[in-house]
């Protein structure tokens, strides 16, 4: 069986400083690419609920299990909550967190000399 060749979008450093985001495209596909106190993330710009464009979505952290009368947060700075109807999305996984079942296909990004490259 053949591997699929990934591609690779590399875009300078300086083009996302913490706390930014921006839109590449990669084998027609938008990616997302975010830089959330500083750790680079990736995932695919459409949420799987109704395709809304992740890149206008907020980040921050969620509600995490906890018992009862009490109340948790946490992973701050990797949780995306979609525009429309607010889904959240572990920026790590790509999982949903409110339904695990959904899913953002996420990307490998890394930082590579001045560069941020993004393998798609």
């Not at 690779?8 to 083009?15: D, N, Q």
């Not at 695919?44 to 890149?55: D, F, K």
């Amino acid at each position: 069986m053949a591997t699929k060749e990934r591609t690779r979008i590399a875009f300078p450093s300086s083009a996302l400083p913490n706390g930014s985001r921006k839109l590449i495209t990669a084998n027609r596909r938008e990616i997302a690419v975010f830089n959330s106190h500083g750790s680079l993330y990736a995932v695919y710009n459409r949420c799987p609920h109704h395709r809304a464009p992740l890149i206008a979505g907020s980040i921050g952290g969620a509600n995490l299990p906890s018992p009862v009368g009490t109340l948790r947060r946490g992973l701050e700075g990797c949780v995306l909550f979609c525009p429309w109807h607010h889904y959240e999305f572990n920026l790590e996984s790509g999982r949903c967190i409110g339904d695990p079942r959904l899913r953002v296909a996420t990307y490998e990004v890394r930082r590579e000399g001045g560069e941020i490259a993004v393998y798609a």
